[in-house]
């Protein structure tokens, strides 16, 4: 995080193996990388909570992000409600929902990055009534730009 930003918590779970706390791949990834805490046997379209062996308290105003892999979902291994909110006042141990979309089965390693987390700031912004003009839309769809 860049310096003066306020620090996410993170309490390892007891009994939990030792894995490397979240952290980014390189300087210029925008999320850290969040691993299994647990060895699992992925199957054909059902979903399984994958431990991460760790709980997170996060700065008042912000909530962590759990994003999806790209390189798992290029193997078929898809994370059911992408993205995930984890807000600051959830205590428990965090678990990543992933599911396999092929046939056989798909291991997951304990270590193996499950999944990216991101800080997002500012949870109260304030809402108004008012009007709000149409989009323009080149397929029609939903206020879509047809891109």
């Known amino acids: 995080m860049p310096a003066g930003s306020r620090a996410v918590v993170v309490e390892r779970v007891e ?11 390189t300087r210029g990834s925008a999320c850290f990388d969040l691993a299994a805490a647990e060895a ?38 898809l994370m059911v409600n992408a993205p995930g909110t984890i807000d600051a006042d959830y205590s428990n141990e965090v678990r990543v929902p992933l599911m396999y979309l092929f046939e056989g089965t798909y291991r997951i390693e304990v270590g193996d990055r499950i ?9 109260s912004p304030r809402f ?20």
């Open 15 to 25: 009994g939990a193996p030792s894995i490397p706390l979240p952290s980014r791949a």
């Open 40 to 77: 699992v046997d992925l199957v054909r379209d059902k979903v399984v909570l994958v431990r991460t062996g760790f709980k997170f308290r996060c700065p008042s105003g912000t909530f962590l992000e759990v994003r999806p892999r790209s390189g798992l979902s290029s193997r078929g291994v």
């Open 115 to 123: 999944g990216q987390l991101r800080l997002v700031g500012d949870t």
């Open 128 to 147: 108004r009534e008012g009007r709000v003009p149409p989009v323009p839309s080149r397929q029609g769809g939903f206020g879509s730009t047809g891109r």
